[in-house]
C-alpha cells in the first residue's frame, strides 16, 4: 500500500494533466482531404434540405453518375439561412464549391465581380438559350450568363372568388384605381379586402416595389440601388399610392402584429375565407393550405395592377427563383452537369415532384394546379423583372426598405421620409 | 462571482503526517509549488474556455465597435466613434432606452410590490397553499419563447382567447388588438411579463420570510403592534436583503429583454417594443452591420456593468460583506 494522500495527490496531478490535454485536443480541428483516380468529383451545394426535394435531388445526382460512370457528385446541403453566411465567408476567402446555389441579382454580382464566377454564355450554348427568358434574368450580369435557372416564381395578387362575387367584382382590377374601387367594394359588403403580416415587414414591402416598379418602370428599381438615390418623383409617388390604399383601411385587424404563415396571420386570414386577397409568391396556395383551410377552387391569381400614368406596365414582374452557378475554372463534368439539371427530363420530374415552376419551356404540360398555371402564363409573358429585393440590396438596404414601408403602412413616416431613409442608407453601404 | 481555488493544507491528511524536521521548509515549499501546480491544471481548461468563448469575444466586439464591419474578415474600416454618436442619434435606439427605463419601473412600482403581497399571502397557514406556490411559480419554468408563442395565441386580436373570453363576459370594450396596437403593446408585453416572473420574485420573498424568526414578530405582538407595523417595522427590514438582490435580478433582467419580445412582437409595430437587444439584433443579424449592431452590444454592456458596480458598492454593500472574495483570506 502506498501512501493514500500520495495517491490522491497523483491522481489529482494525472486529471489535472487530463485536463490539459483535453483542451489542447480540443483546440486541434479535424483536417481532411482527399482525392481520388480517374473520376472526377463535383461538388454541389444546394439548399434542398426539406422533404421532397431533398431525395429527388438525390435521386437525380445518382442518375447523373450513373449516365457519367467517371463522374461522382458530392453532395453538400445547407439550411438557407447557414448557406448564405457560409457562402459570405466563401466569397471572402475566394473559394467557392463547384456547383453552388444562386438566387443571381447583387450577391452573385459581387462574386463575378471578385473573379470567382465562370462566365457560362458560351458553354451552355445552345441549350442555355432556350430556357425560359424570365427564369435567366436573375443570372445575368452586363448581358453575360453566369447561372443556370431550375426555379422561378413572382409576387402577385391571390383572391378568394367567392368574396369578389359577393361584393360584385366581375373581373380582377387590372388598374390601380381599380383596385382601390374593389377595395372600396369589398370594405361595403364588411369583407376585409386585404390580409398582410405586419409583423414580419417584408409582405408590405411587396406593395411599395410593385408600386414603384409601375410608377417607374421595371429597370428603375436596381437603377436606384446602384446611383444610390431613392429620392427620384416616381418613388415618392410610389409611397403615396401605397398611402391611398392604407387610408381605406383595407387590413385585417391587428395586422400590425400579425406573423405571415402562423395560424392567426396573413395566410391563414385569406386560406379561412377572412381576408379576400394577399400580394405574395408562388407559394402563398400551399402556405394558406397548411396555415387555414384552403381555398381550392376559389383561389384565383392575378398580376399587380398597372398604375395610371406610370413608366411600367402590367406584364413587368417582381419576383426570383433558385439556380446553379460554377466557380472560376470548374471542371467541364460540372456544365455537364448543369445541362442534365436543366434538361426536359429532369425539369419535367421537378415540376411534377418537388412543385417547383418549369423553366424548360416544354416541361410546362406538368403543371397540374391550375393556379400555378396561371402564375407560369404570367411569367410566360413577362416583358421586364426585377428580383425580389433581399437578393437584389444589400442586407442593410433589403431591411430598411422593409422597415420604413412598414412605417408608412403604419402611419409614422411619409412617402418622402421613406425615400430618404432608404438613401441614406444606400449611401451608407457604398 | 469570483473565487479562488486553493486546496487548504491544514485539512488534507497529510497534515497529520509531518515530514522530518530538516528539509521541512523545503518540502512545504515544493508542496505548495505542487498546490499550486495543481490548481492551475485544473483552472486551465475553464480559463482558457472562459477566455475563448468570453473575455475576447466581449473585447473583439469593443474593438469591432470602432469599424464599419459586415461581420466577414477581419475589420478594416475604422470610423472612430461614428457608430456611437449614429446610436444616440438613432430614434430607435433612444426609445430602446425610455422602454428600458419605463420596464424597469414597471418592475418595481407593480410587479415587486404583487410578488412580495402574493409572498406574505401564501405564508400564512391556509389551505392549498402548496398548490398555490407551485401554481405561481410555475410559469417560471416556462421558456421565453414558448410563453410567447403562448401569449401570441391569447391576444391574437379577435380570435385570440382573450378577446374571445372578454367576449362571452360581455366586456368587448375591453379586449383590443394588444400586441398588435402601438399604444398597448408595451402594457400587453409587461403583463406577459409580470405573469412569467412574478412567481419567482415570490419564490425569493417566502424564502426570505421563512428566514424572518417568529420571536421577533411575537415580541412585537406582544409590545402591541397591529398587522401592518409588524409587517413594516418587523418583517420588511429583515426581508431587506432578499428585496435588494430580486430589484437587482429584476432590472438586470429589463435591459436585456429579447426573446419574449422576438417571439411576440419581433420589436413592432412599428419599432413600439423594441428592446436594446432586439435592435442589435436586428443590425447584426438582419443588416449585418455588426460594428454598429457591437456598439449597441457595448452600450447595453456599459449599463449593466455601470448599474451592476453601482448597486453592489451602494445598496448590496452590507449584504455582499463576507460573501466576495479578497485576496487576504489565502488561506495561510
Given at each position: 500500500?502506498?501512501?493514500?494522500?500520495?495517491?490522491?495527490?497523483?491522481?489529482?496531478?494525472?486529471?489535472?494533466?487530463?485536463?490539459?490535454?483535453?483542451?489542447?485536443l480540443s483546440a486541434c480541428g479535424g483536417d481532411s482531404g482527399g482525392g481520388s483516380s480517374g473520376t472526377t468529383t463535383i461538388e454541389w451545394w444546394n439548399i434542398s434540405t426539406t422533404e421532397p426535394a431533398k431525395t429527388v435531388w438525390a435521386a437525380l445526382a445518382r442518375k447523373f453518375e450513373a449516365q457519367n460512370p467517371k463522374v461522382k457528385v458530392k453532395i453538400v446541403q445547407l439550411e438557407n439561412?447557414?448557406?448564405?453566411?457560409?457562402?459570405?465567408?466563401?466569397?471572402?476567402?475566394?473559394?467557392l464549391p463547384d456547383i453552388f446555389h444562386?438566387?443571381?441579382?447583387?450577391?452573385?454580382?459581387?462574386?463575378?465581380?471578385?473573379?470567382?464566377?465562370?462566365?457560362?454564355?458560351?458553354?451552355t450554348k445552345p441549350w442555355g438559350d432556350a430556357l425560359l427568358p424570365v427564369a435567366k434574368e436573375p443570372?445575368?450580369?452586363?448581358?453575360?450568363?453566369?447561372?443556370?435557372?431550375?426555379?422561378?416564381?413572382?409576387?402577385g395578387f391571390w383572391y378568394n372568388k367567392a368574396l369578389f362575387d359577393q361584393a360584385g367584382i366581375a373581373e380582377p382590377p387590372t388598374t390601380w384605381s381599380g383596385f382601390l374601387d374593389a377595395v372600396r367594394k369589398l370594405k361595403a359588403e364588411t369583407i376585409t379586402p386585404l390580409a398582410l403580416a405586419g409583423k414580419e415587414k417584408w409582405p408590405g414591402m411587396y406593395y411599395w416595389a410593385y408600386l414603384a416598379m409601375r410608377t417607374a418602370g421595371a429597370e428603375a428599381l436596381?437603377?436606384?440601388?446602384?446611383?444610390?438615390?431613392?429620392?427620384?418623383?416616381?418613388?415618392?409617388?410610389?409611397?403615396?399610392?401605397?398611402?391611398?390604399?392604407?387610408?381605406?383601411?383595407?387590413?385585417?385587424?391587428?395586422?400590425?402584429?400579425?406573423?405571415?404563415?402562423?395560424p392567426t396571420g396573413q395566410a391563414a386570414a385569406v386560406g379561412n375565407g377572412k381576408a379576400a386577397m394577399e400580394l405574395m409568391g408562388q407559394w402563398a396556395p400551399v402556405v394558406q393550405a397548411d396555415a387555414g383551410k384552403g381555398l381550392g377552387k376559389d383561389l384565383g391569381f392575378f398580376p399587380f395592377p398597372a398604375v395610371e400614368g406610370g413608366k411600367g406596365a402590367i406584364t413587368e414582374v417582381f419576383g426570383g427563383g433558385g439556380g446553379h452557378a460554377l466557380r472560376r475554372g470548374a471542371p467541364q463534368e460540372a456544365?455537364?452537369?448543369?445541362?442534365?439539371?436543366?434538361?426536359?427530363?429532369?425539369?419535367?420530374?421537378?415540376?411534377?415532384?418537388?412543385?417547383?415552376?418549369?423553366?424548360?419551356?416544354?416541361?410546362?404540360?406538368?403543371?397540374?394546379?391550375?393556379?400555378?398555371?396561371?402564375?407560369?402564363?404570367?411569367?410566360?409573358?413577362?416583358?421586364?423583372?426585377?428580383?425580389?429585393?433581399?437578393?437584389?440590396?444589400?442586407?442593410?438596404?433589403?431591411?430598411?426598405v422593409n422597415d420604413s414601408v412598414a412605417a408608412l403602412i403604419a402611419g409614422s413616416r411619409s412617402p418622402e421620409q421613406v425615400a430618404q431613409s432608404i438613401t441614406k442608407t444606400a449611401k451608407e453601404e457604398q | 462571482m469570483t473565487s479562488t481555488f486553493l486546496p487548504d493544507k491544514r485539512t488534507g491528511?497529510?497534515?497529520?503526517?509531518?515530514?522530518?524536521?530538516?528539509?521541512?521548509?523545503?518540502?512545504?515549499?515544493?508542496?505548495?509549488?505542487?498546490?499550486?501546480?495543481?490548481?492551475?491544471?485544473?483552472?486551465?481548461?475553464?480559463?482558457?474556455?472562459?477566455?475563448?468563448?468570453?473575455?475576447?469575444?466581449?473585447?473583439?466586439?469593443?474593438?469591432?465597435?470602432?469599424?464599419?464591419?459586415?461581420?466577414?474578415?477581419?475589420?478594416?474600416?475604422?470610423?472612430?466613434?461614428?457608430?456611437?454618436?449614429?446610436?444616440?442619434?438613432?430614434?430607435?435606439?433612444?426609445?430602446?432606452?425610455?422602454?428600458?427605463?419605463?420596464?424597469?419601473?414597471?418592475?418595481?412600482?407593480v410587479q415587486l410590490p404583487f410578488a412580495l403581497a402574493m409572498a406574505v399571502l401564501l405564508n400564512q397557514r391556509m389551505r392549498g397553499r402548496a398548490v398555490y406556490r407551485m401554481l405561481f411559480f410555475a410559469p417560471y419554468v416556462l421558456s421565453e419563447a414558448i410563453t410567447g408563442i403562448l401569449f401570441g395565441m391569447i391576444f391574437a386580436p379577435d380570435d385570440g382567447f382573450a378577446d374571445q373570453v372578454l367576449g362571452k363576459v360581455g366586456l368587448d370594450g375591453l379586449g383590443g388588438e394588444w400586441f398588435a396596437d402601438?399604444?398597448?403593446?408595451?402594457?400587453?408585453?409587461?403583463?406577459?411579463?409580470?405573469?412569467?416572473?412574478?412567481?419567482?420574485?415570490?419564490?425569493?420573498?417566502?424564502?426570505?420570510?421563512?428566514?424572518?424568526?417568529?420571536?421577533?414578530?411575537?415580541?412585537?405582538?406582544?409590545?402591541?403592534?397591529?398587522?401592518?407595523?409588524?409587517?413594516?417595522?418587523?418583517?420588511?427590514?429583515?426581508?431587506?436583503?432578499?428585496?435588494?438582490?430580486?430589484?437587482?435580478?429584476?432590472?438586470?433582467?429589463?435591459?436585456?429583454?429579447?426573446?419574449?419580445?422576438?417571439?411576440?412582437?419581433?420589436?413592432?409595430?412599428d419599432h413600439h417594443s423594441e428592446t436594446m437587444a432586439v435592435t442589435m439584433f436586428q443590425y447584426g443579424f438582419k443588416r449585418y452591420q455588426v460594428g454598429y449592431a457591437s456598439a449597441i452590444s457595448v452600450v447595453m454592456f456599459g449599463i449593466s456593468l455601470v448599474f451592476a458596480l453601482a448597486y453592489q458598492r451602494f445598496v448590496l454593500r452590507r449584504d455582499l460583506e463576507g460573501a466576495t472574495t479578497t485576496m487576504r483570506g489565502d488561506g495561510k
Open positions: 500500500m502506498g501512501d493514500p494522500a500520495l495517491s490522491r495527490r497523483g491522481f489529482l496531478a494525472a486529471s489535472a494533466a487530463a485536463g490539459l490535454g483535453m483542451t489542447t439561412d447557414a448557406y448564405k453566411s457560409k457562402m459570405t465567408a466563401l466569397t471572402s476567402s475566394g473559394k444562386t438566387w443571381g441579382g447583387g450577391v452573385l454580382k459581387q462574386q463575378v465581380d471578385a473573379g470567382l464566377v465562370e462566365d457560362l454564355t458560351d458553354r443570372y445575368l450580369i452586363d448581358d453575360r450568363v453566369y447561372g443556370i435557372p431550375f426555379d422561378i416564381g413572382m409576387i436596381q437603377k436606384a440601388y446602384d446611383d444610390k438615390d431613392f429620392t427620384g418623383a416616381p418613388f415618392v409617388e410610389a409611397g403615396r399610392h401605397l398611402e391611398e390604399l392604407v387610408a381605406l383601411q383595407p387590413f385585417q385587424k391587428g395586422f400590425l402584429g400579425a406573423a405571415y404563415s402562423s456544365v455537364d452537369f448543369l445541362k442534365f439539371f436543366a434538361s426536359e427530363a429532369t425539369d419535367l420530374e421537378l415540376v411534377k415532384k418537388t412543385g417547383t415552376l418549369p423553366v424548360v419551356p416544354a416541361a410546362e404540360s406538368a403543371i397540374a394546379d391550375p393556379n400555378i398555371k396561371a402564375v407560369q402564363e404570367q411569367l410566360k409573358k413577362a416583358t421586364g423583372f426585377q428580383l425580389y429585393l433581399d437578393q437584389a440590396y444589400a442586407p442593410a438596404v433589403g431591411q430598411e | 491528511r497529510d497534515a497529520g503526517l509531518p515530514p522530518p524536521a530538516t528539509d521541512r521548509s523545503r518540502s512545504r515549499a515544493r508542496r505548495r509549488a505542487l498546490n499550486w501546480l495543481t490548481a492551475a491544471g485544473f483552472q486551465l481548461p475553464a480559463l482558457v474556455l472562459f477566455m475563448g468563448l468570453v473575455l475576447l469575444p466581449m473585447l473583439f466586439a469593443l474593438y469591432a465597435a470602432f469599424f464599419r464591419w459586415g461581420g466577414f474578415g477581419m475589420p478594416t474600416e475604422y470610423i472612430g466613434g461614428e457608430n456611437f454618436t449614429r446610436l444616440f442619434q438613432d430614434d430607435v435606439f433612444l426609445g430602446d432606452l425610455w422602454r428600458c427605463l419605463l420596464l424597469v419601473v414597471l418592475s418595481l412600482v402601438p399604444s398597448t403593446v408595451m402594457a400587453t408585453l409587461f403583463l406577459v411579463m409580470t405573469w412569467k416572473y412574478f412567481g419567482f420574485h415570490m419564490m425569493l420573498y417566502l424564502a426570505g420570510l421563512q428566514a424572518v424568526p417568529r420571536e421577533l414578530t411575537e415580541a412585537a405582538l406582544i409590545d402591541g403592534a397591529g398587522p401592518w407595523q409588524r409587517f413594516r417595522n418587523v418583517t420588511l427590514p429583515l426581508l431587506a436583503p432578499t428585496l435588494r438582490i430580486s430589484v437587482f435580478l429584476s432590472v438586470i433582467g429589463a435591459i436585456q429583454l429579447f426573446d419574449l419580445v422576438w417571439v411576440t412582437t419581433a420589436g413592432g409595430p
